[in-house]
Structures are given as C-alpha cells and as structure tokens.
C-alpha cells in the first residue's frame, strides 16, 4: 500500500519537478541578455535584488524588435550588409551560412521541414518508427537516386533532439495524419502516450506523400 502511495506521488511530482527545471535553465540562460545593459539599469541596481524573468523579457523584445526592423526596407539593408560582412570573415563564415541554411529551413514559413509526420522502416523492413519530413535530396545526392526519394529525420527517444538523417524512396513512406507535436510526444513517450484515432482516408500500404 505505501509502494503505490509512493509511486503515485512520484507521477504527480516528477513532471511538474522536470518542468520547472526546465523553465527555469531557460529563464536562466535568458537573463544573461541583462548584461547587455548598462549596470545602472539591472534591477539588483535599481531595486536591490534580482527580478527572475526581467532578462527574459529583454530577450523577446530584442528578438521582437529585431524582427520588426528587418522587415523593412532599412533593416533588410542592414541584414544584407551584416551577411557580407561575415562573408568576408574566414571560418565564421562557414559557421554562419551552415546554421542560416539549417535554421532557414526549420523555422522558415514557406517550408516543410517537420511540418509533416511519416510511418517508415526503420532499421529494418517489417520494423515500423515515426519520422518527420525535412525536404527533398539535392546536389550530387539526387543524381545517385534512382526515383523519387524524400530527406527524413527519425529522432531517438526519449531525447527527440538527436537522432538519424535517411533518404528513403517516396512510395515506401506513409504520411500519418497527426500533427508534428502529437507525433513528437508519441516519441518522447516511447510509445507510451499513443496519439487518438482520427478518421483518415483510404489509402494504399505505401501512401501518397505530396512534398
């Protein structure tokens, strides 16, 4: 009886442990941004104590306001300018245009990267996992392939940030109609949590996949 007692309080604490953790490493790292303000304007200056979250405010509006500058005439100007820059810089450059073509395509509006949850193989036929699309294969790559493939990520779980990149043929993909987010805590859960039944069209076994 108190093994359940105690397990039971273990399922009600150890998320909401977790969570603040979690919030709180983000909040954290966030307030570092204070520093790029003069010490005169840090709250333990003006008030006489830290203010958790200050720094994280900061941190939005920046992202904000940087946002709003660049859509502009000016701002795309001065963006354009800031890249060439950094283009002429060795090392840094590379750094630089490898993590804007990644993150261009993660978080850009007008792409598919993880905007699309698939069934596949993996790592072995009759053995099925959930993958997410991330384009199609290009350069020197697609002149290798014989048909119609698409780029795939398949995390690991429970930690979705790492996992594996495969190219695999476009017919032999099952589109899934769950939302990325269910997809990923079906992930996370490792199975445990699985997503609801939504009615789906008639398909056949290997799918039809518009990229």
């Not at 204070?34 to 720094?55: K, T």
């Not at 000016?74 to 993590?99: D, H, K, T």
């Not at 990267?113 to 959930?130: D, Q, S």
């Not at 392939?145 to 190219?167: D, K």
């Amino acid at each position: 009886m108190i093994k359940r007692y105690f397990i039971t309080g273990l399922l009600i604490w150890v998320p909401l442990a977790i969570t603040a953790w979690v919030l709180m490493s983000i909040i954290g790292a966030m307030d570092g941004s204070l520093q790029l303000l003069p010490e005169a304007l840090h709250p333990r200056y003006l008030l006489g104590f830290d203010i958790p979250g200050v720094g994280a405010v900061l941190t939005l509006l920046i992202i904000l306001s940087t946002g709003l500058l660049a859509t502009n005439f000016i701002g795309q100007r001065l963006v354009l300018w800031w890249e060439r820059l950094l283009a002429r810089i060795p090392v840094v450059n590379s750094i630089y245009n490898s993590v804007k073509q990644v993150s261009d395509t993660l978080f850009s509006s007008s792409g598919n990267a993880f905007r699309k949850a698939l069934l596949i193989e993996y790592p072995r036929r009759g053995a099925w996992t959930i993958a997410f699309l991330t384009g199609k294969p290009g350069g020197e790559v697609s002149t290798h392939l014989a048909g119609e493939h698409i780029s795939v990520y398949v995390p690991t779980t429970p930690n979705p940030t790492s996992g594996f990149f495969l190219i695999v043929p476009k017919a032999e993909v099952i589109e899934l109609e769950m939302s990325v987010d269910t997809a990923l805590k079906y992930v996370i859960s490792m199975g445990v949590v699985p997503p609801p039944v939504t009615p789906a069209p008639a398909r056949p076994a290997t799918g039809t996949l518009n990229t």
